[in-house]
C-alpha cells in the first residue's frame, strides 16, 4: 500500500518547484515507509512513498513506460494483474517487472480511459502521457483507496492520497464549505465529493478523471455502479453453495503477498467468515489479531476466541483501557477534516497490534452494506409497511405531531423509546432514513447552528445527498435503495476511510475480500427476502456459513465496535466537554448558538439526556477545526 502526490500544470509547461512536491510527498512518508521517490519535468510533478508488498525488490514509482512516454503513480492492488500481464503480453507489450504497476501503464496505452474496467482490485493512480500531454486519474469502485485533488487559482491540478497531502502546496484553497459542515453534523463523515474545503474534492468511487493540457477541468466520469441485476436461484442451498465458492474465490485473490499476511478477526460474522475461507485456503496457520475492552458490553474477544481454536489460527489479543481516550487528537491528525466515528478508536489499535506481526491484513468490511446487516435496515423495513399502508398525507400531520409531543426518554426501555419512530413515520423512505443514521437530528443542526451559519447554508440540507444517489439508484426494491445509499455515502465515507487511515498510521495494509467488485455485483442480485428475513439480517450468508462458524458466532446480537462515550464525557473527559461551549474554536467560529451547545453539553452531564454522539462530534469538530487551521 502506498501514497502518491502530484501536480499537473493545466495552462503551460511551467517549471515545477521539487521543495513543494517533495513536501507534499513527506506529508504521507507513513503511508509507504518502504521507499520514496519523486519525477519532475516542465508542467508535471509526480511523488510516491511504497509499501513493498509485491515484487519487493523491483516496482519503484514513479514507474515509466519503456518507451519513457508514461508515468504512474499508483496506490492499491490489482489482484488480477497476472492475467492481465498476459494478456498485454500476448498483444506486444514488453514487461520488465513483477508488479502491478507495470500493467497500469500498458492498460492506458492499449485501452485508454476503458483500462479501469478490466482492473479488479482496489487503487487510486495517476497516469501521466507525455505524448497526449494528459494525465488521467482513477479510483477503484467501491472507494476503498482515497484520492483528493484541487486546482489552483494559477491553473496547477494537485492531488494526493490525503487531505493533508494537498495542504503541503502554497496554492491549496483553504475556504470552509459550509454545506460539508451541515453534512458532517448530520452523517458524522463529510461524504464524496465533498471535502471540508469548498474547492477541494475526493474523486468519487468508481470515478475516472481525464485532464488535457490546455483545456478546463471536466467533470469525473462514473465507469461503474452497482447494478441489482437479478441472479437466478435454483434452490436456497445452491445459492448458499455459490455464494460460500465465491467468497472463497474473492479471499483467495488476496492471498498473494511476499510479506506476512494475516486477518482481524472481531468476533463478528463477516471477520469470522473471513478467517473461516483463509483458514480452509492456506497450509499454515492463519495469523489473526482481535482487540477487547476491559468493560464487558464492549468486549467481543471470547467470539474471536472459538473461530480461532476451530481454525487454529495464531491468534493474538490485547485489552484496551476502556480510558482510552487519548487518541481523540491523533485521529484528528490522521483524517485531516472533521470525522466523528468514535470506532476509529479500536481500529487504531486493531491495526497497530497487527502491524507488530503482519503487513497485510484481510477484513470482513462491506458484509453488513452487502448483506442488510445493520439494525436500522430491519427498523427501516418495519416503519416501511406502515408507509406504504398510511399515504404520506396523513402520516406527515399525524405522525408529526405526535412525534414532537412525545418525550425524549433516553432513561426507558428501548420499547418505550418511541419517539424517532413516529419521527420517521412522519417522513418519505429517504427522509426518514435520513432521520435514522442522523448523528443530529434536523432539529438539533437547526437549534446549534448560529444564524449566520444558517444563512451560509441558504436552505441546503444533508437529505440532498441522499436524495441525489436516490434519483440514480438502479433499483427500486425499498432494502436494496438503502442499501445503495450506504455504498454510496456511508461505507467510503465512513468505513472505508476509518479503515485506511488507521491501517497507513501502521504503515499496514488491509485488504477487503466481501469488497470485491464482482461479488458485490452478484450479490446485489440477491433478492432482499434472503438478506433481511423477518428480525435476521443477513439471513443467507449465515444460512450458508452453518457448516464453517459456531452458530453462537452466526446467531447472536450484533455487538459492533463500539467505545464508552457516555461515561468518558461524564467522567474522565467531563472538563473538556465543559470547556467546549465555552473556550476555543467553537465558541469563537461564529458557526454555532452557544445558549445551545450549552444546554446540550449541561443536559449530557446531568444525565437528564443522552448526548453522547452529538458530543463527540462536536468534540472532534473542535480539534480539526483547530488543526486545519480554519480557525484563524
Known amino acids: ?17 521539487a521543495a513543494v512536491i517533495a513536501a507534499m510527498n513527506q506529508l504521507q512518508f507513513h503511508r509507504g515507509p518502504d521507499e520514496g521517490d519523486t519525477h519532475l519535468e516542465p508542467g508535471v510533478a509526480l511523488a510516491h512513498r511504497r509499501l513493498s508488498i509485491i515484487d519487493l525488490s523491483s516496482g519503484q514509482q514513479p514507474m515509466f513506460s519503456a518507451d519513457g512516454n508514461l508515468c504512474v503513480v499508483y496506490n492499491g492492488e490489482i489482484y488480477n494483474f497476472r492475467e492481465l500481464t498476459a494478456e498485454l503480453k500476448a498483444l506486444g507489450y514488453r514487461f520488465q517487472t513483477r508488479c502491478d504497476t507495470e500493467v497500469i501503464l500498458y492498460a492506458w496505452q492499449h485501452w485508454g480511459t476503458a483500462c479501469v474496467e478490466h482492473f479488479r482490485g482496489m487503487f487510486a493512480f495517476a497516469v501521466y502521457d507525455r505524448s497526449r500531454q494528459s494525465l488521467f486519474l482513477a479510483r477503484d469502485r467501491l472507494g476503498i483507496k482515497p484520492l483528493y485533488y484541487a486546482l ?3 491553473g496547477q491540478f494537485i492531488f494526493g492520497s490525503e487531505l493533508k497531502v494537498l495542504k503541503a502546496h502554497p496554492g491549496m484553497p483553504l475556504e470552509m464549505d459550509f454545506q460539508a459542515v451541515e453534512d458532517y453534523f448530520a452523517l458524522g463523515y463529510i461524504p464524496e465529493p465533498k471535502t471540508i474545503f469548498r474547492n477541494v474534492h475526493k474523486l468519487k468511487p468508481g470515478h475516472c478523471l481525464l485532464l488535457e ?13 452497482i447494478p441489482f441485476q437479478p441472479v437466478d436461484i435454483v434452490s436456497p442451498a445452491a445459492l448458499e453453495e455459490e455464494l460460500i465458492a465465491r467468497v472463497r474465490e474473492a479471499v483467495d485473490i488476496r492471498l498473494v503477498a511476499e510479506v506476512p499476511l494475516g486477518a482481524f478477526l472481531s ?5 469470522s467468515a473471513v478467517v473461516a475461507m483463509m483458514a480452509q485456503l492456506q497450509s499454515e496457520p492463519v495469523n489473526t489479531c482481535a482487540i477487547g475492552f476491559d468493560v464487558k458490553q464492549f468486549n467481543e474477544t471470547e467470539f474471536a ?43 487504531y489499535r486493531v491495526c497497530q497490534l497487527a502491524r507488530q506481526r503482519v503487513t497485510v491484513a484481510l477484513s470482513g468490511d462491506g458484509g453488513d452494506e452487502n448483506f442488510a446487516g445493520y439494525r436500522r435496515y430491519r427498523w427501516h423495513m418495519n416503519e416501511e409497511k406502515i408507509r406504504a399502508c ?22 426507558a ?3 418505550l423509546r418511541a419517539k424517532s419512530t413516529l419521527e420517521s413515520l412522519g417522513r418519505d423512505a429517504v427522509s426518514a432514513y435520513m432521520h435514522t443514521v442522523s448523528i443530529c437530528t434536523d432539529n438539533q443542526r437547526q437549534g446549534m447552528f448560529s444564524p449566520a451559519m444558517r444563512r451560509e447554508l ?3 440540507q444533508a437529505l440532498d445527498v441522499f436524495r441525489h444517489y436516490i434519483d440514480k439508484a438502479p433499483t427500486d426494491d425499498p432494502l436494496s435503495m438503502i442499501q445503495y445509499l450506504d455504498m454510496k455515502t456511508y461505507l467510503p465515507g465512513d468505513i472505508l476511510t476509518k479503515v485506511d487511515r488507521t491501517s497507513m498510521a501502521h504503515a499496514l495494509e488491509v485488504r477487503v475480500p466481501l469488497l470485491d467488485h464482482k461479488f458485490v455485483e452478484w450479490v446485489s442480485g440477491i433478492p432482499s427476502g434472503y438478506k433481511l428475513k423477518g428480525r435476521e439480517g443477513k439471513y443467507i450468508f449465515k444460512k450458508a456459513l452453518e457448516p464453517h462458524l459456531p452458530n453462537d458466532v452466526l446467531y447472536r446480537d450484533k455487538m459492533g465496535f463500539g467505545v464508552p462515550l457516555a461515561r468518558w464525557f461524564r467522567g474522565p473527559l467531563r472538563d473538556r466537554v465543559r470547556g467546549l461551549v465555552s473556550e476555543g474554536t467553537l465558541a469563537d467560529s461564529g458557526l454555532f448558538d452557544h445558549d445551545y451547545l450549552q444546554k446540550i453539553v449541561d443536559q449530557h452531564l446531568s444525565g437528564a439526556r443522552e448526548h453522547s454522539a452529538v458530543i463527540w462530534s462536536l468534540l472532534m469538530f473542535d480539534a480539526s477545526f483547530r488543526k486545519m487551521g480554519l480557525g484563524g
Open 1 to 17: 500500500m502506498c501514497g502518491i502526490a502530484g501536480i499537473f500544470d493545466l495552462d503551460g509547461i511551467r517549471n515545477m518547484e
Open 152 to 154: 489552483t487559482g494559477d
Open 213 to 225: 493540457r490546455g483545456r478546463p477541468v471536466p467533470e469525473s466520469h462514473e465507469y461503474w455502479d
Open 267 to 271: 468476533g463478528g460474522v463477516d471477520s
Open 305 to 347: 476466541r472459538q473461530v480461532a481454536e476451530r481454525y487454529h489460527t495464531n491468534h493474538f489479543e490485547q485489552t484496551v483501557n476502556s480510558e482510552d481516550f487519548d487518541l481523540l487528537d491523533i485521529l484528528t491528525g490522521l483524517f485531516d477534516e472533521p470525522y466523528a466515528d468514535s470506532s476509529a478508536i479500536p481500529t
Open 390 to 411: 398510511l399515504p404520506l398525507g396523513f402520516r406527515q400531520p399525524v405522525f408529526g405531531v405526535l412525534g414532537r409531543l412525545y418525550p425524549k426518554a433516553d432513561w
Open 413 to 415: 426501555p428501548k420499547v
Open 458 to 460: 441558504q436552505g441546503y
